[in-house]
């Protein structure tokens, strides 16, 4: 079992940084992949990236590559979303989620879930 909880979310401009904590608990949280997955309203949930159980290997959609960046902390059970050169279109609720599959691209992969944290970029 393991239980996630995001922070960092909040409201930035275009062209605006944050960073999205995920903070794991379970003992085996360090066995699983992590991802981050967003939703915009009316929109389905969309893969944003994942990063391997090891840290040394990360996937990212398109739209977020060169701007995002994931990593982890396996020794603080946490992971990272730093998201820079922030878009109005990146305007969603973040999510991360813990696999035991890599890269993961399908929510219907992921085993648990945090509530999620709500970002807004204004243009």
């Known amino acids: 079992q393991v239980q996630l909880v995001e922070s960092g979310g909040g409201a930035v401009q275009a062209g605006g940084s944050l960073r999205l904590s995920c903070a794991a608990s379970g003992r085996d949280y360090s066995n699983y992949a992590m991802g981050w997955f967003r939703q915009a309203p009316k929109q389905e949930r969309e893969f944003v990236g994942a990063i391997h159980w090891s840290g040394v290997d990360t996937n990212y959609i398109d739209s977020v590559k060169g701007r995002f960046t994931i990593s982890r902390d396996n020794a603080k059970n946490m992971v990272y979303l730093q998201m820079n050169s922030l878009k109005p279109e990146d305007t969603a609720k973040y999510y991360c989620?813990?696999?035991?599959?890599?890269?993961?691209?399908?929510?219907?992969?992921?085993?648990?879930w945090g509530q999620g944290t709500q970002v807004t970029v204004s243009a």
């Open positions: 989620a813990a696999s035991r599959m890599y890269p993961g691209l399908r929510s219907y992969e992921y085993d648990y």
